[in-house]
């Protein structure tokens, strides 16, 4: 599991390369499908990560106002801030941690119980959705997506 963190993070912080060479108003304009523009779902997917890592602990989740953070080195400060928690849990994580069930949270009410280790592959697999809405998005621009692949991201045996 840590690899797919690992990979989703590099594929991260490929993409905020990529942003750097594309204008403002291109990253922020909305587009079909995913929660907005590109920096938007950059976003998105980085305080969701953060929240469901506080959710599985009992803290409480607040949502961040993207109108807070609507530019490229404000999306990459949040997610420097957020990765550190995120970063620790993961590269922390135990096979005993899989069946834990998310404790009660002030503010949410479950309408069924999650494991960690099923919200771990979620929010894996959240970010990989994603970041495929992202790669449409570069191609309508007429820009090369960044590489989706895992091959040969030294990652095959990543320990933490």
């Known amino acids: 599991m840590k690899e797919l963190f690992l990979y989703n993070w590099q ?8 942003c750097e060479g594309v204008p403002e108003e291109e990253l922020l304009k909305k587009r079909t499908g995913g929660v907005g523009g590109i920096l938007e779902t950059l976003f998105h997917i980085i305080d969701v990560e953060w929240s469901w890592i506080r959710i599985m602990h009992g803290k409480p989740d607040f949502q961040e106002k993207f109108e807070e953070y609507n530019t490229l080195e404000r999306v990459r400060e949040l997610d420097a801030v957020f990765h550190q928690e995120v970063s620790a849990f993961v590269q922390n994580w135990e096979d005993r941690y899989e069946d834990n069930v998310v404790p009660d949270v002030e503010g949410i009410e479950w309408e069924e ?42 990652l095959g045996n990543a320990k933490g």
């Open 11 to 18: 594929v991260r912080h490929d993409w905020y390369q990529w």
């Open 113 to 154: 119980r999650y494991t960690w280790g099923e919200i771990m592959r979620h929010t894996i697999a959240h970010e990989i959705h994603h970041i495929g809405q992202i790669s449409v998005w570069a191609r309508e621009l007429g820009k090369k997506p960044v590489s989706a692949n895992f091959i040969g991201r030294g």
